[in-house]
């Protein structure tokens, strides 16, 4: 498996596919818009081999704020660690270091992401967040 953040490397056409069809968030989502959010956020793929089989995206000023979405893994390719990688991987990204306040919204995964140390914001609803201290918060 590789982990990639070039935006050339990217199938848009198996994100939007995932998008507009599978996900609960997205669904019937245009091509057009996956495209243009593609092209205005840090992304990362999974690949096996040359084949795309997982994304994320986080909206970012790459400074402060970063809000993590439309996060997945192709069915066949869930349950095997590959979550962990991705979400450590878009963590640690050079382009991220220092960002404090990260955001997310999900409907089924809080138990995922509460593993990795984020925390609900909205009592039993869908938002999460990490809150980094800056060093001099320490």
């Known amino acids: 498996f590789l982990l990639s953040t070039d935006n ?6 198996v994100v939007h596919r995932y ?3 599978r996900s609960y968030w997205a669904k019937g989502i245009q091509r057009a818009t996956v495209a243009r959010a593609v092209r205005h956020s840090l992304c990362a793929g999974v690949y096996l081999g040359d084949v795309q089989i ?25 349950r095997k ?18 960002v404090r306040r990260w955001h997310l919204e999900t409907e089924d995964e809080h138990s995922f992401y509460e ?14 967040e990490i809150v980094r201290p800056y060093a001099s918060d320490r």
Do not use: N
């Open 115 to 128: 593993k990795h140390g984020w925390i609900r914001t909205d009592g039993g609803g869908r938002w999460m």
């Open 81 to 98: 660690g590959l979550g962990t990688e991705l979400l450590k991987f878009l963590h640690e990204s050079p382009a991220l270091r220092g």
């Open 54 to 78: 997982g994304f994320g995206r986080v909206v970012t000023d790459r400074a402060t704020y970063a809000y993590f979405c439309d996060i997945f893994l192709i069915e066949e390719h869930q």
């Open 19 to 21: 998008l507009a069809f």
């Open 8 to 13: 050339a490397r990217l199938d848009v056409d």
